[in-house]
């Protein structure tokens, strides 16, 4: 039994040492998956905070879960992909701090931890974000920008669930309610220019617009917490029906992305 165990994990690292050069992720995938790293960065908090307050337990605890596998999974993916050594540097500088803000978002949550890990998730935030830029340039493909302020939107609505968790709990640090302000006036405006693209197909309006539609219920939520009055399941529950949206219309800009990247490789035929 053994040797056969032995045996399927050495097929196993043969098969993982040998992908060919073609399974390695395009530019298109990997500004999508590095904005994603920006994502998860807020998700990993979102769902500690939802975990102190007993917010919707059992999701909280999914989200944290499935999040913490999945920054590790796409980390590993691009540190492969990097296709520069400053990219590379750069993504070794988000493994250096996720190491420390992976094991304490895995504790029990606690007032007295909660503060630290907001910190983290921003350490963590701002290094992905460099790297999003980073990719975005390499590219040299004028669509990648679109990818990028799409894929920041699921950042912004998990970023917005955070900070709004952290009022709710009754936590506070300098410039929290100006870090919110900011936040939702980011992700209003950035919306607003994502519906203005000329480049936006019927399916990618179409999403917009119902993004437009649930956003709009979600400004009506923020209100109440300027008088004290906090629904942060029903604030957790849209801002989870945007990221939904939000990363659907990333991947169709990134499908966009792809394709100007293969006509940007075509050989060009003199006539």
């Known amino acids: 039994m053994l040797s056969r165990m032995l045996k399927y994990l050495v097929i196993a ?3 993982t040492t040998c992908l060919p050069a073609w399974a390695k992720l395009s530019d298109a995938e ?5 904005g994603l790293q920006r994502m998860l960065s807020q998700r990993i908090a979102k769902s500690y905070l939802m975990l102190g307050q007993r917010v919707s337990v059992r999701e909280a605890t999914q989200q944290r879960e499935k999040s913490v596998v999945l920054f590790e999974k796409n980390l590993s993916e691009l540190k492969t992909y990097a296709p520069t050594p400053e990219i590379s540097t750069s993504l070794g500088n988000v493994e250096a701090v996720w190491s420390g803000y992976k094991k304490r978002v895995l504790t029990t949550p606690s007032k007295s931890e909660a503060l630290s890990v907001i910190r983290q998730s921003d ?5 992905s974000e460099k ?15 679109l990818v990028n302020i799409s894929g920041r939107q699921r950042m912004l609505s998990q970023r917005i669930g955070k900070l709004y968790l952290t009022q709710s709990w009754g936590l506070n640090y300098d410039g929290l309610d100006h870090d ?3 936040a939702i006036s980011e992700y209003e405006s950035t919306l607003q220019e994502l519906t203005d693209s000329g480049m936006n197909t019927p399916d990618i309006k179409e999403g917009l617009a119902r ?6 219920f979600s400004k009506a939520g923020f209100a109440l917490s300027n008088d004290n009055l906090f629904v942060p399941t029903a604030i957790c529950n849209t801002t989870e029906n945007l990221l939904k949206h939000m990363q659907t219309i990333t991947k169709l800009y990134e499908q966009q992305m792809q394709l100007a990247d293969n ?4 050989p060009l035929h003199k006539s």
Not at 30 to 34: D, E, G
Not at 123 to 127: C, I
Not at 263 to 266: A, G, S, T, V
Request: charged share 20%; glycine share 0%.
């Open 13 to 15: 690292c043969m098969v």
């Open 30 to 34: 990997a500004v999508n998956m590095s």
């Open 123 to 127: 350490e963590v935030l701002t290094l």
């Open 131 to 145: 790297v999003v830029k980073q990719i975005q340039d390499y590219s040299k493909v004028s669509s990648a920008r």
């Open 180 to 182: 919110l302000q900011v």
């Open 211 to 216: 993004v437009k539609s649930i956003w709009k």
């Open 263 to 266: 006509n940007k490789n075509l």
